[in-house]
């Protein structure tokens, strides 16, 4: 790997939350693909999700990041790698859930976390912004379009209560995302227990 790609992943990986999404992820064999840009662009990075007819994005997805100067401070670049993580993770919450619907005899487990998933995140994402609303009406309101919306709201949680933003950059009241990725760690460690219980004990 890229020795500025592994100094930035070593550097996000110091994160509990990343390591919580991050195992997930893997536990799902969903890790999304890193790379950095060859060109700077306008965005931090991004997460492409498989879309159907491209076949070009692998099923797991991919995470791009900028390209500025190649981050001599990998701390700097550390925030985007969650978010984008955070992306990678709601789609899998998102695949768990559907996996589950078809399955006969749920297990309790795996009917709290449906119950949860469809409280927090809800079908295409129905339940983000009520819930947002929950915390603070306002800002629901007024962000509906786009950081309060149900693909960007789940990410900005994660992202902004772990790292400290810039002033102009705090897109929410201070309480909104500490409130609402307590929230996503939550129904992450349900999922998490019904993934670990689909997998087959090993060496029997
Ligand atoms: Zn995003």
């Not at 879309?51 to 500025?68: D, H």
């Not at 790292?163 to 500490?178: F, I």
Request: proline share 9%; aromatic share 8%; no cysteine.
């Amino acid at each position: 790997m890229d020795q500025i790609l592994s100094r930035i992943l070593q550097k996000v990986s110091e994160n509990p939350d990343y390591q919580s999404i991050t195992n997930y992820l893997r536990s799902r064999s969903a890790t999304p693909q890193v790379l950095i840009n060859p060109q700077a662009t306008s965005t931090h990075g991004t997460f492409t999700a498989p879309l159907f007819g491209n076949p070009n994005i692998p099923p797991a997805g991919v995470v791009r990041l900028n390209n500025y100067a190649n981050y001599s401070n990998p701390s700097d670049i550390a925030p985007t790698v969650l978010h984008e993580m955070t992306h990678a993770t709601q789609m899998q919450l998102v695949n768990q859930y559907n996996e589950l619907k078809q399955k006969p005899n749920k297990t309790d487990l795996e009917k709290q976390f449906m119950g949860n998933f469809e409280k927090i995140i809800g079908e295409q994402g129905s339940m983000i912004n009520p819930q947002i609303a929950k915390f603070s009406p306002k800002f629901a309101e007024k962000q509906v379009g786009y950081r309060a919306s149900g693909d960007e709201a789940l990410a900005f949680a994660l992202e902004n209560s772990n790292y400290k933003n810039p002033p102009d950059k705090s897109y929410a009241p201070p309480h909104v995302d500490p409130s609402f990725a307590t929230e996503l760690m939550l129904l992450l460690d349900q999922a998490q227990r019904v993934q670990n219980q689909q997998i087959p004990p090993q060496g029997r």
